[in-house]
């Protein structure tokens, strides 16, 4: 006999914050059947390797249970997800981020799993996909974008990590020459890293894109003055930096881990990570920083979370899952497998539980730059001075109607002003066919 969703919640809201990875209570062998899709972005080998414990023990614990996870790319899960919607076979558990959770609840594709949502303490509007007083996104993580700087190079050129865009400029001047770069700018047309950075510049210069009405805003008064400077800005900051054309998140990294690049920006601390593997001498002088800003600080935040598809055959089943993956001493040991990187939803978690990692408690450094970054986060869906979640938003950050105004720009030499417009142009266009 199938357990009711008011019964599993009871029951995993009792098991507490100690519960192990390998523990999963008995009583779950009563209720969970079916086998569940299950797709996420997040493959890293720790990642899997949690993951599967999780799933492992879960499964023991329920004989009648299968979850067959997809780990892969988010363009992977993406195209997944489409083509199974295509096909007329909704996928049951999904790990994407917020942006992609907002156009699937605006087509009426989710589950609302308000139920979950609701049990999390503290969590913050901003990163809530609420639409008509129901949430469609269950949070798992967030991530920060910050900068990080080798410490050895500033030294030698007696320098500070700097806090504004001129300071910042300064510096990369300073540290580019005889094969060394002063920092790293990415502007190639399709991928989400140059989107990424030039909203954290532009949300710290006072840009809003798109209004909560879903009206595209950025071309006009002191919203494209203030983007027209953050594309200068940008522009002139890609004289400090190798070709960045093609880069997408991973050559970021190459690019800084080769030890050629004395700055660069990153959501989370992914970047860190792989140069401590592939540059271990390198990683002892790369230190965190916030990111400069133009007029206030702000950053651009990522959420990434669950969500369950309204065609699923197997809904009730799969905001079990969620429910158990998200709980207690499971949750911190599937954050802790990408360590620094995609952290709790909420600061107390963040500042609390989650400290007790011996990998978090060696780099405090990274925590403080993290906490200072926590409140002047904002992610693009609710933009810098947004109440609620916008499709509009949404569907424009995921287009490439921003990556082709910065390509704009920065490689073609566009007027930025010119750029601007024929971007808002496309972006009205794009909301109204959609």
């Known amino acids: 006999m199938e357990m009711t969703r008011a019964e599993f919640l009871k029951l995993a809201l009792g098991m507490g914050a ?18 569940i899709s299950y797709l996420t972005y997040e493959s890293l080998p720790t990642t899997k390797k949690v993951t599967g414990d999780l799933i492992a023990a879960l499964e023991a ?23 199974m919607l295509q096909s007329g076979t909704a996928p049951d558990i999904v790990n994407l981020d917020i942006e992609d959770a907002t156009l699937y609840a605006h087509s009426k594709l989710l589950e609302p ?3 979950i949502v609701g049990t999390i303490k503290n969590l913050p ?42 300071e910042f400029e300064a510096a990369a001047k300073k540290l580019t020459g005889d094969g060394q770069y002063g920092y790293v700018v990415s502007s ?78 990153y959501i989370g601390s992914r970047l860190f990570a792989v140069t401590s593997q592939n540059n271990p001498q390198l990683a002892e002088v790369t230190k965190p920083m916030l990111q400069p800003y133009g007029k206030a600080t702000a950053n651009r935040l990522s959420a990434e979370g669950f969500m369950v598809f309204k065609g699923s055959k197997n809904k009730e089943v799969a905001k079990s899952i969620i429910t158990y993956l998200r709980e207690g001493q499971r949750y911190f040991d599937y954050l802790w497998s ?19 990692d011996d990998f978090v ?29 916008s499709w509009q938003r949404a569907r424009i950050y995921t287009s490439t109607v921003y990556n082709k105004m910065l390509a704009n720009v920065v490689q073609g030499g566009a007027d930025p002003a010119a750029a601007i417009d024929q971007a808002a142009k496309a972006a009205r266009a794009l909301v109204k066919n959609a």
């Not at 100690?18 to 086998?35: D, E, M």
């Not at 970054?373 to 979640?389: E, F, I, M, Q």
């Open 125 to 166: 509007d901003r990163w809530r996909a609420r639409i008509d007083g129901q949430d469609f996104f269950v949070p798992m993580g967030v991530k920060f974008t910050y900068s990080w700087y080798r410490s050895d190079l500033f030294e030698k050129a007696g320098l500070q990590p700097p806090k504004t865009w001129a």
């Open 188 to 265: 190639n047309e399709t991928g989400d890293n140059p989107v990424s950075s030039l909203f954290s510049y532009a949300f710290s210069n006072g840009v809003n894109f798109v209004d909560d009405d879903g009206n595209v805003v950025f071309d006009q008064g002191e919203n494209k003055a203030a983007l027209a400077e953050t594309l200068a800005f940008i522009t002139r900051m890609s004289k400090f930096s190798p070709s960045g054309t093609n880069f997408g998140w991973g050559e970021i990294i190459n690019s800084f881990a080769s030890g050629k690049v004395a700055m660069a920006d």
């Open 361 to 389: 408690k060696k780099h405090q450094d990274i925590v403080k730059v993290i906490d200072s970054a926590w409140d002047h986060a904002r992610n693009p869906v609710y933009d810098l001075k947004g109440t609620k979640p």
């Open 113 to 115: 799993v308000s139920d």
């Open 338 to 356: 990408i360590p620094l990187h995609v952290l709790p939803a909420t600061k107390e978690d963040f500042l609390g539980g989650y400290q007790q």
């Open 18 to 35: 100690g519960a192990a990875i390998g523990a999963p209570l008995k009583a779950f062998a009563a209720g969970l059947t079916g086998t």
């Open 61 to 83: 614990a329920n004989p009648g249970l299968k979850i067959n996870p997809l780990f892969t790319s988010p363009e992977a899960v993406r195209k997944q997800v489409a083509s």
